[in-house]
């Protein structure tokens, strides 16, 4: 016998996109011969498009909902392939542990966030530790080096409240099948993200409102007892017999520390130096370097949509791959921010870095996205495991060359990149400003034949890609972390015991989902580590 208050999930329910979201009850209520009133509790659990076809552009739904008599509507329909019983997934629910050990967290991203929420549903109070600073000062670093070129080298892009992901689209999906996902979406809920985000199918918070989430972040912490510290870098490590016994924070200050979640970020170079000068195992670990493509976005709309505006429909995205047999290396889109704008994203003098962003709305009117290639670590000088990062610099300080020494980035046609007729003045959102490059200088001819190769197999995938209004500027270095910080099944360094590497910089995420994650796990095995169940 069902409980009364059995909930349903159904799939695959598909709407025109002009169709009003109001009248997807209707559509469930005649699919199972119910009046609309008998469909109770109704709810949308993930919406897509579908645009296939353009001349039949669909919205596809997964919803959830109850009616007044559950087992009898179960009799009748339960062969239904797209519909099944909900299975409600509770929220964690840690229990409370007391331990009189020294707990810190350094880097304030979406890894060591996570992790700091996590340790504090079990009662405890880490230490937070993050070089650069809040998030409403952070932006006014940022911004005073895009319109001046005055980089500050511990609050910028990469560095300061939030980490790198403030400055995103705001991505929040992944390929990791975790239930701890909807418990991330519904905490970001909770701190003033978009309720939209727990639905829809590529979910996205926005940079503009990622500055707000964090504020109240922070606020929650504080209250539940946590210290936050920025402007504070990790600069050292004090052992004892090969384990942590403190931390040295901006070359002289010392916290007793007797576990260290270390979420820095993929751009801590001078942490990973550090680590590496006092024996931390780390390996190398392959990447991805490019440029960043720019098209107007009503051009990227009118390729997926058939229709280059029209407010029912989202900004378009696109996703693309291509994979060179003879060589093993591939050419991909990543990190694509439809109605975004191109962003500098320097972490280091004379160096110049692109990313991309968009706000909430994606209403800038133009689409980018990364155009990478595969490095190899045979691609590497050396065998050091910081001989990734050597790569990465060495491109970054011919871009800053390329664009004039001051921050302004080398761009170029992709017509011309490509080596073809057509092309014409370029704009680009990039600020501080452009100058006409030829990119091909700037990477190794590896990285632009995989490139220009997969430029031509995107036009074939999405025809108008390859186009007079599009522009390439370089350069993307800093797709992923350069080196993996290697840990054992415990979380914990193979070399430091205390040290628990974590996220994206010590080389387990890809982002702002999988970064959260593995704080998370990390958390929680920490917490085991002190005598949770």
Known sequence: MLPEKTFFLLRNICAPYTENEAEVPIRVARLFSLNPDEILDFRIVRKGVDARKKSKILYVYTIEFRVSDAERFWLRHSDSPDLKISEKISSPNPEILTSTKKIAIVGSGPAGLFAALRLAEYGLTPLLLERGRPVEERIHDVNRFWQDGILNENSNVQFGEGGAGTFSDGKLTTRVKDQNCGYILRRLVEF??????????????????????????????????????????????????????????????????????????????????????????????????????????????????????????????????????????????????????????????????????????????????????????????????????????????????????????PAQGLMEFMKLKGGRDFKSSYLPGVTRSQLDELVPDYITKTIRDGITSFDRKMRGFLCAEATLVGVESRTSAPLRILRGEDFQSLSIRGLYPCGEGAGYAGGIMSAALDGIRVADALAKELGAE
């Open 192 to 409: 003033g993200a978009p309720p939209e985000i727990e639905w829809l199918a590529k979910p996205h918070v926005g940079s503009d409102r990622l500055r707000a989430v964090l504020v109240n972040v922070r606020k929650y912490l504080l209250q539940k007892g946590l210290e936050i510290r920025f402007s504070t870098k990790l600069t050292g490590l004090g052992l004892i017999n090969s384990g942590l016994q403190k931390v040295i924070l901006n070359e002289k200050d010392e916290e007793s520390c007797d576990a260290l979640i270390l979420a820095p970020g993929h751009s801590a170079r001078d942490t990973y130096a550090m680590l590496h000068s006092i024996g931390v195992t780390m390996e190398q670990k392959p990447f991805a370097v490019g440029f960043r493509v720019e098209h107007p976005q009503e051009l990227i709309n009118f390729i997926q949509y058939g229709i280059a505006s029209d407010v029912r429909l989202p900004a378009a995205d696109y996703a693309l791959a291509w994979n060179d047999p003879a060589t093993g290396r591939s050419a991909y889109s990543f990190c694509m921010c439809p109605g975004g704008e191109v962003i500098a994203s320097s972490s280091e003098n004379d160096g110049v870095v692109v990313n991309g962003m968009s706000n909430l709305k994606r209403d800038s009117g133009f689409a980018n996205s990364a155009l990478v290639a595969t490095v190899k670590t045979s691609d590497f000088s050396g065998s050091s495991p910081l001989a990734g990062i050597e790569f990465q610099r060495d491109l970054e300080r011919s871009a800053f060359r390329a664009g004039g020494n001051a921050y302004k980035a």
